[in-house]
């Protein structure tokens, strides 16, 4: 393995772990937190959270998918190819919709606990988490595809 291929791997896997690693953590400490912590804050963690931790995640998928497509630049064309790149779409275009609506969640939320609000915002606010599971499981579903995929393409 070339010294570049062997760099490009390496950033691979690692943007990749922290990408995988980051999506349990914050299923671990979004159960913890709405155990333990009242609802105030729940919200001004995840507010946190979000700000810090999207540079992180946001730069771990950015180094993968780009170290990704440059091991893979050279291949023949392929059906695993093709629903490569479809997968990686998938999961930026499913991530970009999951920041949007964690922002809108964290928004509702806030004003919620500023108004004590009833129940049209509380039902707003459980419609709100139920999506945000679903985009969640899709984001970890295209993630775990996608590494099958590396696999299937390195061999």
């Known amino acids: 393995m070339h010294a570049s291929r062997a760099l490009l791997a390496a950033l691979l896997i690692l943007g990749g772990s922290i990408w995988t690693g980051g999506l349990v953590a914050i299923v671990v400490v979004a159960r913890i937190s709405g155990a333990v912590l009242p609802a105030p804050a729940r919200v001004a963690l995840f507010r946190g959270i979000g700000r810090a931790y999207g540079i992180v995640a946001g ?3 950015t180094v ?6 440059l091991l893979l630049r050279g291949l023949p064309w392929s059906g695993a190819l093709t629903a490569t790149v479809v997968l990686a779409a998938g999961l ?7 920041v949007i609506q964690a922002r809108r969640m964290s928004r509702l939320r806030q004003a919620a606990i500023q108004l004590d609000a009833g129940d049209q915002d509380d039902q707003a606010i459980r419609a709100g988490a139920r999506i945000a599971v679903g985009l969640r499981a899709t984001i970890a579903v295209l993630t775990l595809a996608l590494v099958a995929m590396a696999a299937v393409l390195d061999t």
């Open 59 to 61: 730069g771990a998928l």
């Open 92 to 98: 930026l275009g499913t991530t970009a919709v999951g």
């Open 64 to 69: 993968s998918l780009l170290s990704g497509a």
